[in-house]
């Protein structure tokens, strides 16, 4: 079965910096793609940055610069590094597995994890 648990969440300043985590369980992460997503209340879940198994990586235009995808697959983890972190950051982010390489844009919607909290405030 497959399940995904994002770690990490929590309170930062602007300009500030939040690692999270995303374990994966129930499949071999090494041949997937994996994307990493958030929303916020009222809104569409968005794509936020996906990462192949080969490491490339595909950002969001407004965190190009600022989030880097990694993964490890030996120990099935996903990780997004967020820096200089934004207001408009704010949001719970989540990871999903994604259905081909992340130009397929497409996701695994049994793979949701429940997500986890980013809050960036003064």
């Known amino acids: 079965q497959v399940k995904l648990v994002e770690f990490g969440g929590g309170w930062v300043q602007p300009g500030g910096t939040r690692a999270l985590s995303c374990e994966a369980s129930g499949f071999s992460l090494n041949t997937y793609a994996m994307g990493w997503f958030r929303q916020v209340p009222g809104k569409e879940r968005e794509g936020v940055i996906c990462?192949?198994?080969?490491?490339?990586?595909f950002s969001k235009d407004s965190v190009k610069g600022r989030f880097t995808a990694t993964r490890d697959n030996a120990n099935n983890f996903v990780y997004l590094q967020m820096h200089r972190l934004e207001f408009e950051d704010t949001a719970v982010y989540y990871c999903a597995r994604m259905i081909g390489n992340c130009e397929d844009r497409r996701v695994d919607p049994y793979s949701w994890g429940p997500g986890t909290q980013v809050t960036v405030s003064s």
């Open positions: 990462i192949n198994p080969d490491n490339r990586t």
